[in-house]
């Protein structure tokens, strides 16, 4: 989990290029994904790591994952959501606790297991994911149909495939190491050694390992959106 944060920074590297060389309708979209992968990414970063703190659990190597691969057998799905941007998950500290004061305050009740309360983060990131590209295409007049993920986070198969459940299109993931290459490319525009970013994006392309997700789950995704929406307004 603690990969998770080359995410946001990666998030930032894009950003930052396109406000350096792209008209202003992109620099708009690329703030407002830069702000997307820095509240939410850093969000999940802090909770996991607060939420294994809180019960003795310690990260060694890819033990994460087998936490994480506890949820694929929980019983019910979307039975809690939480808003990762709620103004109560920015301090860090107690975080189950806030957790399940959230899921109370909303009427939800409250997620009595670890396992169910990661399924709660997941389901929850996932689904303001498709939140914050739906503001997206409504503020850009565009519609997307494949979204790209890039840095370490997108070694959590789980959180990607949601994610693709989620926004109902292809996802693809990678490559990891996005914010070091990215400005390999750059350094290599600029030496001259290859033409522009295109040509960057090709080099990466066919050196890097990308995995795509297709949507699987999209219809219980769908059908719990509307009420996910709601709690965020309550």
Known sequence: LRSLG????AFGAF???KLAFRPKAFARRAVFALVFALVDIAFIVKLFKDFLHRF?????????ISVVADVHILPKAFEFFIDPDDASFAAPGNMPEKICAFCEKTGQGKPESDGAMIRCIYESLAMKYRFAIEQIEENTGKKFDVLHLLGGGTKDGFLCQMT???????VIAGPTEATALGNIVLQLIALGDIKNVDEGREIIKSSEKLTTYKSENAGAFASNYNRFVKILNK
Do not use: G, Q, T
């Not at 080359?6 to 920074?9: E, G, K, L």
């Not at 693709?164 to 292809?170: F, G, H, I, K, Y």
């Open 6 to 9: 080359n995410f946001s920074a």
């Open 15 to 17: 950003a930052v290029y």
């Open 56 to 64: 003795n659990m310690v990260i060694v190597r890819c033990a994460d």
């Open 164 to 170: 693709a459940d989620s926004l109902n299109m292809d």
